[in-house]
C-alpha cells in the first residue's frame, strides 16, 4: 500500500511489435542526466531511482539519423509537458491547502 505523498514513478513501453511493458517503483530520489559515450560522441538520456534505470541513446550502429533527432524532440515535450503538469498540479494543491488553513 502506497503511503500519502510517497513518490511512485510509473514507466511504460510498446516495442515494434506492439507488445507493451509498464514498471513502476516508488522512489524520490529521481537523478537525471544526459552526456555522451566518450569513444563514440553518442548522446544519452538517463534516469534513474536506487531501484531502476532508464537510459535513452541514439542510434548505437551508426551515425546519428534525423530519427534520433525526432525522438529527442518526443523526449523534450513530454518533458515539458510533465512539468507544466506538476506545477498546476502543486499550485491546485497549494491553494486547495490555504483555502482550508483559511477556513
Not at 49 to 67: I, M, Y
Not at 73 to 93: F, G, N, P, S, T
Amino acid at each position: 500500500m502506497q503511503a500519502q505523498n510517497a513518490p511512485y514513478t510509473y514507466i511504460a513501453s510498446t516495442d515494434k511489435g506492439g507488445c507493451s511493458y509498464g514498471v513502476s517503483f516508488y522512489d524520490a530520489r529521481l537523478r537525471a542526466s544526459a552526456g555522451v559515450v566518450a569513444e563514440e560522441f553518442r548522446p544519452y538520456l538517463y534516469l534513474g531511482t536506487r531501484n531502476a534505470e532508464v537510459t535513452v541513446s541514439t542510434t548505437g550502429g551508426g551515425p546519428v539519423s534525423l530519427a534520433d533527432v525526432e525522438t529527442a524532440e518526443r523526449i523534450l515535450r513530454a518533458a515539458k509537458r510533465y512539468r507544466d503538469l506538476v506545477k498546476l498540479a502543486y499550485k491546485r494543491q497549494t491553494n486547495a491547502a490555504e483555502v482550508v488553513n483559511e477556513a
